[in-house]
Structures are given as structure tokens and as C-alpha cells.
């Protein structure tokens, strides 16, 4: 099982609609991966380690696939629709780490 973390670094004058994000670009992200994605969660950022401190992250996405291969086969049909959906609901550049999943 892999992982793929989508992850919206916070920084002064980042703008994101968890909103828009949520009730919108993921479903449509869930569609088109269909029954490839295996599971899709979305976390909000409220905190850093210290009390009353900013998160690192505004927002992260995390895809679940049964293998990498699965993946590149239902995301490269799609990129292109994903990557310009990002201006409506983000002005951050998102980073993407692919992980394997251990337990």
C-alpha cells in the first residue's frame, strides 16, 4: 500500500478554501481515481508543537493506492485537471511526497 501526501505549506499571505477543497476538489479527485484510490483523507492544520503556535501546514491531503504503479495509471489521465483546479481553491504551491505505507 502506498501513501500520497499533498501537503499546502502555511506562509504570510497563503490564501486556501478547505471549503472549496473539500466539497468539491477532492469528490472530483475521488471520481476520476475511481476504485484505484483505495481511501482519501483531508486534514486541517490548527497547531504547531507549542501552545498558540501556527501550524506548519494549512492543509494536507492523503491518498491511499494499493502500488505506485496503480497510482501513475489513474492519476496521469487526470493530472492535467487536477493541477488546474489548485487556483480556485489555493495560492500555494503544493508539495507531494509519496509514501509506503508501513502499518
Known amino acids: 500500500m502506498i501513501e500520497v501526501m499533498i501537503l499546502y505549506p502555511k ?3 497563503s490564501r486556501f478554501d478547505m471549503d472549496y477543497y473539500s466539497n468539491r476538489h477532492i469528490p472530483m479527485v475521488r471520481e476520476k481515481l475511481g476504485a484505484a484510490c483505495k481511501g482519501i483523507a483531508v486534514k486541517k492544520g490548527l497547531g504547531g508543537p507549542e501552545p498558540g503556535s501556527s501550524p506548519s501546514f494549512v492543509a494536507l491531503g492523503h491518498l491511499l493506492f494499493d502500488s505506485l504503479e496503480v497510482f501513475q495509471e489513474a492519476f496521469a489521465p487526470h493530472a492535467e485537471a487536477f493541477m488546474a483546479d489548485i487556483p480556485n481553491y489555493t495560492n500555494i504551491q503544493p508539495l507531494v511526497q509519496i509514501n ?4
Open 100 to 103: 509506503s505505507v508501513q502499518i
Open 11 to 13: 506562509s504570510e499571505g
